[in-house]
């Protein structure tokens, strides 16, 4: 069909106007934004929540100076204790994950029916009518899924995120009651992947993770079972696993077990009062794959001691390749410290302000080894700097770590050590002034 003259005119414009919208949306930051990474994702590590986010300032004071890399938020939901939330917004998020920090979304909707907690209002509990195989419940559970995939995305909370539904505790003996709640909870995930992302579900070991565990074990593939579990039981022990729970259940890296209630913990000056939490989630902290150096030349040693002219073997090779990696050294890989090696690390040595004599002591080990970018790194980091701060302790305090890329609790109990030395406040955390003297050779 032949549209009249001015009808290709009015949509032109309507075409150009969308265009310099998108464009002037590009310039100023505006709808056209690039998407914040998936949350939590692949971690093994400590995490906290508290009632309200905490300002930026407090973030990142404790993200320099805490163990913890995953924060609990509250999203959504009638029933939260803090609703008002002046911190939280999409800034707020995006700037956390810029961070490094992990996210943990929460929604604190409709109750169990038989809850005993007086805050919990009856219109905002979860229907025990059993009719239709708890369809109310289940209705309400996909209600409540919807809302809050709205909020995560209103947050910029991306698809794939998992997002966590807060069921307090309650008394799972009544029929009514356990079946509405998992009825509902049921609903609530299949709703979660029908709209793209992952379920998590936090509630008390002993009363909703324990109504799931059993249902899926005693009842299984009659309810949709979340993917992930956040297990509330206060053993006081940092890791995954709870007594309620059984030993296969949403296993090996489906879990946040929240070890300790609240309580106040002070770290760069800046107290919160917490919950605390050790999770493994995805397929947990796993390094990136480092790729051969200088053809496959092994800088890697749980020692490294003093070379100088005239020695050979694979230490020396692997300065060869540092100093090469470093634009210092354009000679073979041959293993014998030369002098066209000597005069290499002299060079290396005048530029970065060290010990001029062409000997590899342990201080420049510990130098050339650490050298390079400054991630805050701390219990559950996976990734390559990691493995630069393993071979320099392993260079300054003969640390014997084992060349990983993953920041476990060897890696962050040599890291504790050499700060108590260096004068350095003992935190575990490798930032800015860990780096610093790493990469001064300080020993």
């Known amino acids: 069909m032949t549209l009249p003259t001015q009808t290709w005119r009015r949509r032109a414009a309507v075409v150009l106007t969308c265009l310099a919208t998108v464009a002037a949306g590009v310039a100023l930051g505006g709808p056209a934004r690039a998407e914040n990474r998936v949350t939590p994702g692949n971690f093994t590590g400590y995490g906290f929540d508290q009632c309200v986010a905490p300002t930026q300032a407090a973030m990142d004071s404790w993200l320099t100076s805490s163990p913890y890399s995953a924060v609990g938020i509250y999203i959504s939901g009638a029933s939260r204790g803090c609703p008002y939330q002046p911190n939280l917004s999409r800034s707020w998020v995006s700037t956390q994950l810029s961070n490094g920090w992990r996210l943990l979304p929460l929604t604190v909707g409709p109750q169990a029916w038989c809850t005993?907690?007086?805050?919990?209002?009856?219109?905002?509990?979860?229907?025990?009518?059993?009719?239709?195989?708890?369809?109310?419940?289940?209705?309400?559970?996909?209600?409540?899924?919807?809302?809050?995939?709205?909020?995560?995305?209103?947050?910029g909370i991306s698809a794939k995120s998992t997002l966590w539904y807060d069921i307090e505790a309650f008394d799972i003996s009544g029929t009514h009651c356990r079946e509405s709640a998992i009825s509902f909870l049921s609903a609530w995930t299949n709703k979660m992947h029908a709209l793209g992302y992952v379920s998590g579900v936090y509630s008390s070991a002993a009363s909703g993770i324990k109504m799931l565990d059993d249902a899926n074990a005693y009842r299984p593939g009659k309810y949709t079972m979340p993917d992930q579990v956040w297990i509330a039981d206060w053993n006081g022990k940092a890791d995954i696993y709870s007594s309620y729970v059984r030993s296969t259940s949403w296993m090996p890296h489906k879990r946040v077990h929240q070890y300790r209630g609240g309580h106040d913990e002070t770290y760069g000056g800046v107290t919160i009062n917490i919950d605390s939490n050790f999770m493994s989630l995805g397929v947990g902290s796993v390094a990136p794959r480092e790729f051969p150096l200088c053809g496959g030349v092994r800088i890697d040693f749980r020692d490294y001691f003093r070379i100088d002219r005239g020695d050979v073997g694979p230490r020396v090779k692997a300065l060869q390749c540092l100093l090469k990696r470093k634009a210092s050294y354009d000679g073979d890989m041959s293993g014998v410290f030369t002098q066209r090696t000597y005069q290499a690390l002299v060079d290396w040595q005048t530029a970065h302000r060290m010990r001029v004599n062409g000997v590899a002591s342990l201080s420049t080990w510990t130098a050339i080894l650490s050298q390079g970018s400054q991630p805050?790194?701390?219990?559950?980091?996976?990734?390559?700097?990691?493995?630069?701060?393993?071979?320099?302790?392993?260079?300054?305090?003969?640390?014997?770590?084992?060349?990983?890329?993953?920041?476990?609790?060897?890696?962050?109990?040599?890291?504790q050590k050499y700060q108590g030395v260096r004068g350095l406040a003992r935190t575990s955390v490798v930032a800015t002034n860990t780096w610093s003297a790493l990469e001064r050779g300080l020993r």
Do not use: M, W
Request: hydrophobic letters at 40%; aromatic letters at 4%.
């Open 376 to 415: 805050v790194l701390k219990y559950g980091s996976a990734k390559h700097a990691v493995r630069r701060v393993q071979r320099a302790l392993n260079a300054a305090a003969a640390a014997q770590l084992p060349i990983t890329g993953v920041y476990d609790g060897s890696t962050a109990a040599a890291v």
């Open 116 to 155: 005993t907690r007086e805050k919990y209002l009856q219109d905002v509990r979860i229907s025990p009518d059993p009719t239709t195989s708890y369809a109310k419940a289940r209705g309400q559970g996909r209600r409540e899924a919807a809302k809050t995939v709205q909020a995560a995305q209103a947050l």
